[in-house]
């Protein structure tokens, strides 16, 4: 079968459209965070330049503006790419929007020759091709950082994102020069088109991967223990994302989550009194009880200074008490720890998403609240030995 260049262009946009559809809804309801976000504004922004490009694919002018839109469509989408990237390795900034500025500097020269009669759209296309494989690079090197350095869904997005960025290099200097007068044949939209296309086919694959191994806590082993304290529970920060994801996941699924804050009474006395292996003892008794009275699905993270974080999907107002209450039953029922003097005692705070904003700042804030009054009428109590 002879495939003409016009009917390849027309044919990749079903795959694309598929694999943007599919991962769009899949990150509205699983994993709806900044990362995947972004992710899908890459996927939306590549179908658009597939589309406008398959639009005029059997015209033989296109013209100018749909050019530019469509150059400025491809450059966002890696732009985006790279973006998600930082998003996914924890970084405070995006900078999603030097891939808005990069759009709109590659769409200018195409804009601004577009009232000429037989505009020349060389330059256009080579900044643009320049552009997205700068990006594209960029995209390979963020990808190098982090937990994700040691992930082979990570290696092989690495990969072909070094390929393309290569490969765009090249067909940008071969463009400027064919504009140049030289004797070197320009490409045709082909050679760039397709290759982008595969990418963000294999990108869909690798991504989706990616999310599913990070929602899991399937990183590498040294990208694991970042995560986790010496007590074997989530470290603050990991703590923090992993509970924003899971509400944000419960929201929209209808469904409700509830906190429980449980600090150990008087660490600091017991510490100066016993020392700081008797705290440390304190410590560890303490998860060993968390681990084993809250639901297996619950989220367990150490906030510092003996305070504990236990964020569960909670249908009903009072789970979050019905928690509390078999902390403090495994507190009571628990022996002593062997070298410690006192048995553990705790203060605890609760919040449900019923009666706060659904979010971890607003759960937070009003546990914390409710521990604090629980602390006030513990007053200055000094703990007692068994």
Known sequence: ??????????ARVLPITIVSAVFATTSALRHNDAASRTWTAAFAAVLCSSGLDAIYAADGSVPAPVVAASQASAVFALGAMWAGGRMLNGRS????GLAVLAALVVAAPTLLRSSDPDPDLALGTALQLGTAGLFAWLTATELLRGPMRTNLNARILQFVFFLLGGWFAIAAGLTAAAAAGSDIRDLDLLTTALPLTGVFLVS????????VERAGNWWSMSGETSRRTHLDVLAPDSFREDARDRID????????????????????DLNTAFGRESGDRALVQFVQILRSRVPAEALIGHLGAGRFAILLLA????VPQTVMDAIRTGLTDAPVADGMELRTAASFGTSHSSDTPASLDALLTRAT??????????????????
Request: proline fraction near 3%; glycine fraction near 4%; aromatic fraction near 2%.
């Open 93 to 96: 900034r995006s900078w999603i």
């Open 1 to 10: 079968m002879d495939l003409d260049p016009e009917t390849l262009l027309i």
């Open 369 to 386: 609240a409710d521990l604090e009054r629980a602390r006030a009428n513990l007053g200055s109590q000094e703990p007692v030995k068994n």
């Open 315 to 318: 249908l009903r107002a009072d």
């Open 249 to 268: 996941r419960a929201t929209l699924a209808g469904a409700h989550v509830g906190l429980v804050l449980a600090e150990i009474d008087h660490l600091d």
């Open 204 to 211: 869909a694959i690798c991504l989706s991967a990616l999310r």
